[in-house]
Nanobody, 119 residues
Framework: QVQLVESGGALVQSGASLRLSCAAS????????VRWYRQAPGKQREMVAA???????NYVGAVKGRFTISRDNPKNTVYLQMNSLKPEDTGVYYC?????????????WGQGTQVTVSS
């Protein structure tokens, strides 16, 4: 059974930093593309950052230069380092592993972790 467990969310002030973690189990993690999404109240879920199995990263424009996604394959964990947080970064952050043509057909999601940034 595949599980993704996010942690690290908190209530912080504007300008603070947080590091989110996504721990995976039951899947060939080192082969997986992993994405972080967020969903703000009343808004659609949006992709924030992604990291390929080769460590290539991609970010939405709003977080470029402030967020860093990384992975530790031996620990089956992906991190999202978030610096210079802004109130508009508030939302529930989700970890996602999409289907892989060479591996699995399901789209896996964690339960989410709440990030709240006060002004």
């Amino acid at each position: 059974q595949v599980q993704l467990v996010e942690s690290g969310g908190a209530l912080v002030q504007s300008g603070a930093s947080l590091r989110l973690s996504c721990a995976a189990s039951g899947i060939a993690f080192s082969s997986a593309l992993v994405r972080w999404y967020r969903q703000a109240p009343g808004k659609q879920r949006e992709m924030v950052a992604a990291i390929t199995r080769f460590g290539i990263t991609n970010y939405v424009g709003a977080v470029k230069g402030r967020f860093t996604i990384s992975r530790d394959n031996p620990k089956n964990t992906v991190y999202l380092q978030m610096n210079s947080l802004k109130p508009e970064d508030t939302g529930v952050y989700y970890c996602n592993i999409p289907p892989a043509t060479s591996g699995w057909s399901n789209d896996y999601w964690g339960q989410g972790t709440q990030v709240t940034v006060s002004s």
